[in-house]
């Protein structure tokens, strides 16, 4: 038991690497999904790239897009006379992740939007609100809060994403895990990959716990 401990507390150093990821990777994801969405109003050849960038992200396997991302972005770095090692190797994996789940938010938002009361989109025309005004101020949020269940989802599924980051050196979590293990023999690498699901486990459960106070505090919007 003792050693569990100590192998969790070693680990625990990585969270601060993993919650990094985790956070950048959701915030770039998200404003990413709302430039995606913008791009899918504003013309037809926009519905197009915007059909085609959610289809190909989403059906991207993340370890491979992360290598690609490393390996494409310091060579791209190079190309322009840039050092590579100017750029935090972290980057290279929020970028990835990001990519990814920017097709899934705008999914999610776009199904939010659509969901939101057709009578609220009247009154905004009614009212002379400006479109943009509108979009932000009273559209966007209603779709977000009808959202929350499937954003919960893509959290927790951006938590498991980054465990494949160490395929390019970041120690995070995970990464760790398989330091202490590629360094140790038995009872000791059971015990370093079972602090590690126990460490994504609290995350988890931690941002279901966030997000079904929101739930609950917002119910009377999506009328749950």
Known sequence: ??????VFIKLVLGLGTTLEIIGFSVLCGAILGLLLLSVRTCSFTGRYFYGGYTGVMRASPIPIMILLFYFGGKFLLQ??????SALSDIWYAIAAI???ASAYFAEIIRTGISSVDEGQKEALV???IPPLTGFFRII???ACVISLPNFGNL????VKMTSVVNL???NDVFGLAKRISNASYGMLQIQAFISTLFIYWIISMVIAAVLKVLEKKYQVITGK
């Not at 038991?1 to 100590?6: A, D, N, Q, V």
């Not at 190309?79 to 590579?84: C, F, Q």
């Not at 959290?155 to 951006?158: A, D, F, G, S, V």
């Open 140 to 142: 966007l949020p209603q």
């Open 79 to 84: 190309k322009s006379g840039i050092d590579p």
């Open 126 to 128: 009614a009212g002379n």
């Open 98 to 100: 990001a990519c990814i």
């Open 155 to 158: 959290l927790i599924t951006i």
């Open 1 to 6: 038991m003792k050693s569990l401990i100590e």
């Open 168 to 170: 390019v050196g970041i």
